[in-house]
């Protein structure tokens, strides 16, 4: 069965850079068609796509992130993380990392949760001074 459990600092303050970790169980992260990806839901709103990094290395990272945030792996210790630079309080939100198969990771809203299979629980990060 596979798992995954998000780790990160809880509370960080503006301009600093938030470091995310996924640990994941039960399936190694270079196997196959598997695709991992960070998520995240601000307060009263909907899932946000953030960044992908497939079985074999590649990643994407969302448009809008993309000069703020980057997506890499620790294939020893079966991990992937996310880096966000220079958060501001828009960034307080629920943080998941998500597992899916094939080519399609991008998602949006309610969608996310019917195209990612395996999720971790989430760990809420907030921006604050």
């Known amino acids: 069965q596979m798992q995954l459990q998000e780790s990160g600092p809880g509370l960080i303050k503006p301009s600093q850079t938030l470091s995310l970790t996924c640990t994941v169980s039960g399936v190694n992260i270079t196997t196959s068609d598997y695709a991992w990806s960070w998520l995240r839901q601000p307060p009263g709103m909907g899932l946000q796509w953030m960044a992908v990094?497939?079985?074999?290395?590649?990643?994407h990272v969302g448009s809008h992130l993309k000069s703020r945030a980057s997506i890499s792996r620790d294939t020893s210790k079966n991990q992937f993380s996310l880096q966000l630079d220079s958060v501001t309080p828009d960034d307080t939100a629920v943080y998941y990392c998500?597992?899916?198969?094939?080519?399609?990771?991008?998602?949006?809203?309610?969608?996310?949760?019917?195209?990612?299979?395996?999720w971790g629980q989430g760990t809420q990060v907030t921006v604050s001074s």
């Open positions: 998500a597992e899916t198969t094939g080519t399609n990771y991008y998602c949006s809203g309610p969608r996310c949760r019917g195209l990612y299979d395996y």
């Open positions: 990094i497939f079985y074999d290395g590649t990643t």
